[in-house]
């Protein structure tokens, strides 16, 4: 099984990023779906989560209404759309799947993790 996230970067506050996480080795619809971040000095949490039907999206109370999380079936990919960025949101984003929950925003229930990604919000 193999997660590659990617679509991080350098911005400023007020701009928008896409990352994409590239799934293989699974079957992808029999998961769930999250990002997590984790900022330098301090515990990896959660993001956002969707639901391997895609009826059913979660989201941190930091980041709900700024981002929004989709995913793409046929592309075995999901994607993390980040609008408003904040410096406070510089962080490695990771991707992260399971199986058995909707609804988890406990890093322990996640069965399989990408390598992260980097977001970095200048003020």
């Known amino acids: 099984v193999q997660l590659q996230a990617s679509g991080g970067g350098l911005v400023q506050a007020g701009d928008s990023l896409r990352l994409s996480c590239a799934a293989s080795?699974?079957?992808?619809?029999?998961?769930?779906w999250a990002w997590f971040r984790q900022a330098l000095g301090k515990e990896r949490e959660f993001v956002a989560g969707?639901?391997?039907?895609?009826?059913?999206?979660w989201y941190s109370d930091d980041v709900q209404g700024r981002f929004s999380i989709f995913k793409d079936s046929a592309g075995y990919t999901v994607y993390l759309q980040m609008n408003g960025l904040k410096p406070e949101d510089t962080a490695v984003y990771y991707c992260?799947?399971?199986?058995?929950?909707?609804?988890?925003?406990?890093?322990?229930?996640?069965?399989?993790w990408g390598q992260g990604t980097q977001v970095t919000v200048s003020s």
């Open positions: 969707i639901h391997r039907a895609g009826s059913y999206k």
């Open positions: 080795g699974l079957i992808f619809r029999n998961y769930h």
């Open positions: 992260a799947a399971e199986s058995l929950r909707a609804g988890s925003r406990v890093l322990a229930e996640y069965d399989y």
